[in-house]
């Protein structure tokens, strides 16, 4: 495998079977590992060695449990299923186990709340009332908490909840919070009775789900408002347009579409799981005297080789839970994707935000969704239709089908960064920036397309590298000729409305649905939110989900060169994040907490910039408690004076267990040092954290401040760092993900 060392880092942190800690396979050793098990169905040993052809060539990658755990133990393959929700408390927590169990090995859920009665609803076994959908959201939130320790892949969920439910405005609302929910990614169910509600301004029904009753009304588009001023300000809740995906329901007499996967890109039945797989288009191209094409021939042969992998994995899969197994081979719903898009797109020097690069996503999507559709018939009259096949929209056709759906465009955090190529069907977040690899050194990170095209034109030198790496994009690098530059266009880069436009390229030829993130400035304003809510709508996408950059996890990161913009934090002699000054005078405060090692007293004090330093005393002066806490003070210290936020401080220290916890005021206090994240937290709530500015860059000569308005500065990242490696999260496929490696929110 041709693999870059962040794709090979990645594969041996996630992937690779380990024994005691020790990785015990190569890459190779993985992917035939993989290709025998899929092609254990297949008389033809040929399969074998196609499956692990197209993988090996980073033509085609499954996703990510079919990676790392087909042919081991668990062999779990799937990476999305939906779980129904049943409005009784059996049902809800016979759901959350199973909940655990899917998560456990590796998958990711979807619910649908809708069900639910209302909060303060009748209930009429106990005379009691209903506690609502988004207390039990809450209990599902601090069950996956718990879960996400065993497995190889952090638990993730999609809660859906329906626009004419009751509670639709304590939902729409329950994430202002970040703190809040935070395993959930968030989405309305919206109606296209709804929308014409706002579009005329009037007012709606809503419907208790346990009576089936109308119990009062709400403005239409107030609520539409409201969904996109919680947009606007931390890019939840997104929008699914559920008439829309029942509209494209394959097999409607089996079931009702009611919530998707967490990223949104799968919908499902009730029960219901699908595996996922993507093509690499950049590696679709080739050079035809001297001019770059698409190779459809190729591109054919990867989608029906894609399409025979999926389909395997089907009866190669060991479920977690039977009633899923059922529905699952009735159906037997494949996703197959790509990844790379807007590498292909650099590599034909055709700009992302252009109509020729809108019409050519549509043209891939057609082909790749005539092939598959032929590949699956073919498989159909080979193997047999799925079980559910009358009563479909197939049998009118009268053509044998092997899948209910064979095409979704999946997030590829992971994999595209193993095949070294750009995420899904997104721009590129950065064409170079600056990432920590081990013993505090720094790696220029490169786009393989980007650096090949350069020294392709010759243009390629190390300081344009590094200059390219302080804003991310090359708008204003004029050693970089401008019809070059139209064609190496960043998120950012691309408005709004070419993000929508190329996701409804794509959905018009996908049989399920589109996983992308509008991407927007920070100084997007809220009717930029709702235009582009109203444009995905009118273009036909199924749901869309927004990230209004700096919205999430503290201020926005930027990075742009000295003295154009006030530098946030000092840099050492190798140009490496160095703590400010102390002031001579500060102010703070000094709280109690008792803890399982004795009575902590924590000190914290600011200055005009926000909180800079932590005391803590414990015990004994000398003692092994006293010299921890002091420790812990001591770095916490240094990180806020070098300009890390206190969230992130807090997000570190909380939930760090000792053998002695202890309830303290109605609460529990796990150990000291989730004792002094406690009294930081107690303390942002009361005081806000001042100037608190985020950290600077890695890279030579760069400092990264607030967001300023400047041509000569580019909004990059999302201000989060990656609870795995601390590496840099960015929004897209709409989900956190980290470009390092590959860590991501939603799975």
């Known amino acids: 495998m041709r693999l870059s060392d962040n794709a090979r880092t990645v594969l041996e942190r996630r992937y690779l079977a380990k024994i005691d800690n020790e990785i015990v396979e190569t890459p190779e050793d993985m992917l035939r590992r993989v290709a025998k098990n899929i092609a254990q169905f297949e008389d033809d040993p040929m399969w074998?060695?196609?499956?692990?052809?197209?993988?090996?060539?980073?033509?085609?990658?499954?996703?990510?449990?079919?990676?790392?755990n087909a042919g081991r133990d668990l062999q779990q393959l799937s990476a999305c299923f939906v779980l129904p929700v049943e409005d009784s408390m059996e049902g809800i927590f016979d759901t959350l186990r199973n909940t655990a169990l899917i998560q456990k090995s590796g998958g990711g859920t979807g619910f649908s709340f809708s069900r639910l009665r209302p909060n303060s609803d009748m209930v009429s076994t106990t005379g009691g009332v209903a506690s609502g959908p988004v207390s039990f959201m809450k209990c599902y939130n601090a069950a996956t908490d718990a879960i996400k320790q065993g497995g190889t892949r952090r638990g993730a969920n999609m809660g859906i909840l329906r626009v004419d439910h009751p509670d639709i405005l304590q939902f729409i609302q329950c994430k202002a919070d970040p703190n809040e929910i935070t395993n959930f990614n968030l989405s309305v169910a919206i109606t296209e009775d709804f929308m014409e509600a706002v579009k005329k301004d009037e007012p709606y029904q809503l419907i208790n789900p346990r009576s089936k009753e109308a119990v009062g009304e709400l403005n239409a588009r107030e609520v539409f408002e409201l969904i996109v001023e919680m947009a606007w300000?931390?890019?939840?809740?997104?929008?699914?347009f559920l008439d829309r995906m029942n509209r494209f329901n394959p097999t409607p007499l089996v079931g009702e579409i009611e919530a998707t996967n967490p990223c949104g890109e799968q919908p499902l039945l009730p029960n219901e799981s699908c595996n996922l797989g993507s093509?690499?288009?950049?590696?679709?191209?080739?050079?035809?005297?001297?001019?770059?094409?698409?190779?459809?021939?190729?591109l054919q042969e990867v989608v029906e080789i894609g399409v025979r992998f999926l389909d395997n994995v089907i009866d190669a899969n060991r479920y977690p839970i039977r009633a899923?197994?059922?529905?699952?081979?009735?159906?037997?719903?494949?996703?197959?994707?790509?990844?790379?898009?807007?590498?292909?797109?650099m590599r034909l020097g055709v700009p992302y935000n252009s109509e020729e690069g809108v019409e050519l996503g549509r043209e891939i999507m057609r082909f790749i969704q005539t092939k598959g559709h032929e590949a699956s018939s073919k498989l159909g009259e080979e193997r047999g239709s799925f079980p559910n096949y009358k009563g479909s929209i197939?049998?009118?056709?009268?053509?044998?089908?092997?899948?209910?759906?064979?095409?979704?465009?999946?997030p590829t955090g992971t994999i595209s960064i193993i095949a070294g190529c750009s995420s899904g069907i997104e721009p590129v977040f950065a064409l170079a920036f600056t990432r920590n690899v081990m013993d505090n050194d720094q790696l220029i990170e490169v786009n393989a397309q980007f650096e090949a095209i350069l020294k392709e034109e010759g243009l390629y030198s190390p300081e344009l590298i590094e200059e390219v790496a302080r804003v991310g994009n090359v708008r204003d690098i004029e050693a970089i000729?401008?019809?070059?530059?139209?064609?190496?266009v960043t998120a950012y880069e691309t408005t709004p409305e070419w993000h929508i436009r190329m996701q409804a390229a794509f959905q018009e030829f996908t049989d399920n649905a589109v996983s992308k993130t509008v991407n927007f400035p920070q100084e997007a304003t809220k009717e930029d939110i709702r235009n582009v809510y109203e444009l995905a709508y009118e273009l036909g996408c199924k749901g869309v989900t927004v990230y209004r950059a700096g919205s999430r996890d503290g201020e926005v990161l930027t990075v742009g060169h000295k003295g154009e913009t006030e530098q946030a934090a000092t840099l050492d002699e190798n140009h490496r994040p160095a703590p400010r000054t102390r002031p001579r005078v500060t102010t703070g405060q000094t709280v109690r907490v008792k803890t399982g090692c004795g009575t902590l007293y924590v000190t914290i004090n600011a200055d005009d910039q926000g909180i800079c330093e932590v005391f803590t005393t414990i015990g004994k002066a000398g003692g092994c408690a006293g010299s921890f806490s002091e420790a812990t003070a001591r770095l916490i210290s240094l990180a806020l004076r070098s300009g890390v936020g206190p969230q992130q401080v807090i997000k570190q220290l909380k939930g760090i267990r000792c053998p002695h916890p202890i309830w303290q005021d109605g609460r529990q206090i796990l150990s000291c040092p989730d004792a002094i994240a406690h009294v930081l937290e107690e303390y942002l709530q009361n005081n806000g954290n001042g100037a608190q500015r985020p950290a600077p860059s890695a890279s030579t000569?760069?400092?990264v401040t607030r967001e300023v308005k400047s041509t000569q500065s580019s909004s990059l990242f999302s201000g989060a760092v990656c609870p795995e490696c601390s590496g840099t999260m960015v929004e897209e496929s709409g989900c956190a993900t980290c470009l390092e490696c590959g860590f991501s929110r939603c799975s």
């Open 48 to 68: 074998e060695e196609r499956f692990f052809e197209v993988m090996d060539n980073l033509e085609f990658l499954p996703n990510s449990p079919t990676l790392m």
């Open 233 to 240: 300000k931390n890019g939840e809740p997104g929008i699914v």
């Open 279 to 298: 093509i690499n288009l950049a590696r679709m191209a080739k050079n035809e005297n001297g001019t770059w094409t698409i190779d459809w021939d190729r």
């Open 324 to 345: 899923i197994e059922e529905i699952t081979y009735a159906n037997r719903k494949i996703g197959l994707g790509v990844m790379g898009f807007s590498d292909l797109l």
């Open 394 to 410: 197939y049998e009118a056709t009268g053509k044998p089908m092997r899948n209910a759906t064979v095409t979704t465009i999946a």
């Open 481 to 488: 000729p401008e019809e070059l530059r139209k064609v190496f």
């Open 701 to 703: 000569g760069v400092a």
